[in-house]
């Protein structure tokens, strides 16, 4: 059965398009008007694997928060929907990943329940046109539309690109394991029976 999610959001501010398949093989097509958001977002996909196309027209003459906080509510929107019952899914992932001499914890629940723990803080600004507090903004919005536990946290920090870059694969490698279905898990990976 196909893990594949649509999803649309339009508001005054933005109109976004996901579609996001988690058993795809990493490949994109994404276009936010925010050049290292693309590339961040481009990233994450090819590292985890899944297959993404990202539409974005957002109020960029304000600034990018309503751009890249929306797209994470959709992207989070768009997991929780191709997850589906959770059923036969290993629920947890977790990565951390070197990137040069940058070190980056991510750990994923896919339990239903939102949470969100991010450490890290960067020295500039902006990364080209994106300003570096919606990296945080971003993955706050996914976890809470995914309605996953998320736990961000740069373990050795160094120049704000390799930190962005490697928050974004560490991402997508966890959300990766904790989709992977596995044959030993023949309903939800819970005490509850439910997630």
Do not use: W
């Not at 969100?116 to 507090?133: E, I």
């Not at 704000?160 to 966890?174: N, P, Q, S, Y």
């Not at 279905?181 to 509850?192: F, G, H, N, Y």
């Amino acid at each position: 059965m196909a893990r594949i999610a649509e999803v649309e959001r339009y508001t005054k501010e933005t109109s976004i398009e996901v579609q996001l398949n988690l058993d795809g093989s990493g490949q994109t097509q994404i276009d936010t008007g925010v050049g290292f958001f693309d590339h961040m977002l481009d990233g994450m996909a090819r590292h985890g694997l899944f297959d993404l196309t990202v539409k974005v027209d957002g109020d960029l003459t304000v600034d990018d928060h309503h751009t890249i906080e929306d797209t994470g509510i959709v992207i989070g929107q768009a997991i929780r929907k191709a997850v589906g019952d959770k059923k036969g899914i290993q629920r947890y992932g977790s990565r951390i990943l070197p990137m040069d001499e940058v070190l980056v914890l991510c750990a994923v629940d896919l339990c239903g329940r939102p949470s969100f723990s991010y450490d890290a803080v960067f020295q500039g600004d902006r990364m080209g046109t994106m300003s570096t507090q919606m990296v945080r903004e971003f993955f706050y919005a996914i976890s809470y539309s995914a309605m996953m536990n998320l736990h961000l946290k740069v373990l050795t920090p160094g120049n704000d690109h390799h930190m962005a870059e490697a928050m974004f694969k560490a991402f997508g490698k966890a959300l990766d394991e904790a989709t992977r279905i596995d044959p030993r898990i023949t309903d939800v990976l819970s005490t509850k029976g439910t997630i």
